[in-house]
């Protein structure tokens, strides 16, 4: 996990460019996962049965295989994230259009904030890292709170 965090930080020392990062990536994750929540499936919908649980399910693998403390780190800001979106679905509010205005909105973001750091974003190397972006905020507060990742 760590050489993970160490290789992505590479891109990320700039201090503009990290605040930008803890504002976008998890609006993009939110985004995403209001997207993948938002595809019809074959039966009833419901909160635990759609495509992003699909997506949470296939990112914990990815955890897992690095650090059980990402893993639940994961778990839990997932299930927040998801909580977050079927709680926005229930309003009336069209999720699809939302996710997708906050989608572009954040990506934009993350680009300026390369942009100013001058470096290219680490996933343009390997698709990995779009899941290492999210455990590398996650490495900070459990850093603060002295959790062993």
């Known amino acids: 996990m760590q050489e993970w965090l160490d290789a ?3 891109s990320h020392q700039n201090l503009t460019n990290k605040l930008i990062h803890w504002v976008c990536v998890p609006a993009i994750m939110f985004s995403l996962f209001g997207l993948l929540y938002s595809i019809p499936v074959v039966g009833e919908k419901t909160t635990w049965f759609n495509w992003c649980s699909v997506a949470i399910l ?3 693998i990815f955890y897992a295989r690095l650090s ?7 778990l839990a800001v997932s299930l927040a994230m998801l909580w977050g979106n ?16 906050v989608f572009v909105i954040a990506w934009i973001g993350q680009f300026i904030g390369h942009k100013i750091e001058g470096a290219k974003p680490s ?9 290492i972006g999210p455990a590398w905020l996650l490495s900070f507060i459990f850093n603060k709170l002295g959790i062993k990742y």
């Open 8 to 10: 992505y930080a590479v």
């Open 58 to 60: 296939i990112g914990l």
């Open 68 to 74: 059980v403390t990402m893993f639940f780190g994961f």
């Open 86 to 101: 079927v709680a926005i679905a229930s309003t009336g509010v069209n999720l699809v259009v939302f996710s997708i205005a």
């Open 123 to 131: 996933f343009f190397e390997d698709v990995q890292y779009l899941l």
